[in-house]
T-cell receptor, first 118, second 110 residues
Framework: EAGVAQSPRYKIIEKRQSVAFWCNPI?????LYWYQQILGQGPKLLIQ????????DSQLPKDRFSAERLKGVDSTLKIQPAKLEDSAVYLC????????????????FGPGTRLTVL | DAKTTQPNSMESNEEEPVHLPCNHS???????IHWYRQLPSQGPEYVIH?????VNNRMASLAIAEDRKSSTLILHRATLRDAAVYYC???????????WGAGTKLIIKP
């Protein structure tokens, strides 16, 4: 079974530029998550999709971050314009079960995209 | 949201058992206890999860205290490949996302 795919693996940009990350979840997984992980910290949830609808985006900085999940499969996360504090690893994860019965569900993570903002 | 407390780091010798503790004194009755680990330069990977009873799988064992206020992840025979940051996370109805702390950095000495 193929895992969660992410691209690019690394990205270096200047502040105020824009950047986009792509995620392809495991086939058949209904729920998709984007996390931000700053060096030395645990991942922080940015947005959660169930199929192509947003379940939770309470921690997404909506003035500069946007995300979409077309047709309930692939997803893109965009930052425009980027700030220095956006330097982090952006992780995509997916899980099988739809709905809010997620207490015992398992998340599968991709390798992440390391973003450096200069 | 229910929170967990873990030591910042632990050291162990290769081929010895490792016991990674986690305190979660505010756990609710429906919260599951999840453990993930993150190897260097990789995304987190699932290790194990449980609700009340002790759990075993091919990677590890999870021992849950009777009052559920603490749990211990047990690696029965650590190898160098087990060196990672281990995260203990609670997940319940009111906190169905995974709220991550800083985890425990496990160092394995050859």
């Amino acid at each position: 079974e193929a895992g969660v795919a992410q691209s690019p693996r690394y990205k270096i940009i200047e502040k105020r530029q824009s950047v986009a990350f792509w995620c392809n979840p495991i086939s058949g997984h209904a729920t998709l998550y984007w996390y931000q992980q700053i060096l030395g910290q645990g991942p922080k949830l940015l947005i959660q999709f169930q199929n192509n609808g947003v379940v939770d985006d309470s921690q997404l900085p909506k003035d500069r971050f946007s995300a979409e999940r077309l047709k309930g499969v692939d997803s893109t996360l965009k930052i425009q314009p980027a700030k220095l504090e956006d330097s982090a690893v952006y992780l995509c994860a997916s899980s099988l079960r739809p709905g809010r019965i997620l207490r015992s569900d398992t998340q599968y993570f991709g390798p992440g995209t390391r973003l450096t903002v200069l | 949201d229910a929170k967990t407390t873990q030591p910042n780091s632990m050291e162990s010798n290769e081929e010895e058992p490792v016991h990674l503790p986690c305190n979660h004194s505010t756990i609710s009755g429906t919260d599951y206890i999840h453990w993930y680990r993150q190897l260097p330069s990789q995304g987190p990977e699932y290790v194990i999860h449980g609700l009340t009873s002790n759990v075993n799988n091919r990677m590890a064992s999870l021992a849950i205290a009777e009052d559920r206020k603490s749990s211990t992840l047990i690696l029965h025979r650590a190898t160098l490949r087990d060196a990672a940051v281990y995260y203990c996370i609670l997940r319940g109805d009111s906190n169905y996302q995974l709220i991550w702390g800083a985890g425990t950095k496990l160092i394995i000495k050859p």
